[in-house]
Nanobody, 123 residues
Framework: QVQLVESGGGLVQAGGSLRLACAAS????????MGWFRQAPGKEREFVAV?????????YADDSVKGRFTISRDNAKNTEYLQMNSLKPEDTAVYYC???????????????WGQGTQVTVSS
């Protein structure tokens, strides 16, 4: 069973950047697709981005983050990343990483989740 621990969250001003990391332990994630979701106060958890096991395929939530966020991974370090640039107050949420299965270009099923890391963007 894989365990996931997110880090890198915090308080940042609008327009700033943060880099989230998701460190996996318990087994290698090199054969696993991985993703990021977020949940803002009073809202449902929503998809942010996904990356295939090889890193060759990435997908992002429409418009809300595309062009500002970049998902990546380092299988040698058993770690996934989310680089977030040009942050906006509406990006404020708890960000969760996960491992799952990317079954098509538009369908990703998350499985194991991390505990989340808080990102707060002030205006």
């Amino acid at each position: 069973q894989v365990q996931l621990v997110e880090s890198g969250g915090g308080l940042v001003q609008a327009g700033g950047s943060l880099r989230l990391a998701c460190a996996a332990s318990g087994r290698s994630i090199s054969s696993s697709d991985m993703g990021w979701f977020r949940q803002a106060p009073g809202k449902e958890r929503e998809f942010v981005a996904v990356i295939s096991a090889s890193g060759h395929i990435t997908r992002y939530a429409d418009d809300s983050v595309k062009g500002r966020f970049t998902i990546s991974r380092d299988n040698a370090k058993n770690t996934e990343y989310l680089q977030m640039n040009s942050l906006k107050p509406e990006d404020t949420a708890v960000y969760y990483c996960n491992v799952g299965r990317l079954v098509s270009s538009s369908t990703y099923y998350p499985d194991t989740w991390g505990q989340g890391t808080q990102v707060t963007v002030s205006s």
